[in-house]
């Protein structure tokens, strides 16, 4: 059974930096594709990225290009991103969500975790 | 970049039948996946490749994609089908997703 189990409640201040993790279990790492979605408060989904779990490729939306960094540690099976330079409207709930390599579709998400930035 | 839109709420009576669309230029051209978000929760996936369904989705839920317009339909809606619904696409390796509509079963 897949399964994505994110870290908890981050609180942090303006200008400083958080790395969530997502840790998963219950499918072949390598053959799947590790994305972070961003949902602010009262507001829709908002794709940050994706990572290969095969060769640590990333693609990045151009909103997050040069402060959003996704990485891997394939021995624990676990995925990170990290968010740099933190504002108040970075505050959000981050999910990781997991696809099949190729096939566009996210077919499990991680349970959130919600970052605060506040001074 | 592409650009997908969904109308931000609609509303179904229990028993009768709700459509969700989202446009999006050509978007029968391209794969649409459906998410189901209740408050509080992840979203989970309802609809993959315009209409197929995962396992443990009820067959109330279908979808089609043809020309601009993809759409998500729901039969003999349920009190529990209130949720928000977002659709989503791959355009050139980058994920896009809808606004966003909100079912509110009435």
């Known amino acids: 059974q897949v399964h994505l189990v994110q870290s908890g409640t981050e609180v942090k201040k303006p200008g400083a930096s958080v790395k969530l993790s997502c840790k998963t279990s219950?499918?072949?790492?390598?053959?799947?594709?590790i994305s972070w979605v961003r949902q602010a408060p009262g507001q829709g989904l908002e794709w940050m990225g994706w990572i290969s779990g095969y060769n640590a490729h990333t693609d990045y939306s151009q909103n997050f290009q040069g402060s959003v960094t996704l990485t891997t540690d394939t021995s624990t099976t676990t995925a990170y991103m990290e968010l740099t330079s933190l504002r108040s409207d970075d505050t959000a709930v981050y999910f990781c969500a997991s696809s099949r390599s190729g096939a566009g579709y996210f077919e499990s998400w991680g349970q959130g975790t919600l970052v605060i930035v506040s001074s | 970049s592409y650009v997908l839109t969904q109308p931000p709420s609609v509303s179904g009576t229990p028993g009768q039948t709700a459509t969700i669309t989202c446009g999006g230029n050509?978007?029968?051209?391209?794969?649409v996946h459906w998410y189901q978000q209740k408050p509080g929760q992840a979203p989970v996936m309802v609809i993959y490749?315009?209409?197929d369904r995962p396992s443990g989705i009820p067959e109330r839920f279908s979808g089609s994609n043809a020309g601009n317009t993809a759409t998500l339909t729901i039969t003999r809606v349920e009190a529990g089908d209130e949720a928000d619904y977002f659709c989503?696409?791959?355009?050139?390796?980058?994920?896009?997703f809808g606004g966003g509509t909100k079912l509110t079963v009435l």
């Open positions: 989503q696409v791959w355009d050139n390796s980058i994920v896009v």
């Open positions: 490749y315009d209409g």
């Open positions: 219950g499918f072949i790492f390598s053959n799947y594709a």
């Open positions: 050509n978007i029968g051209s391209k794969s």
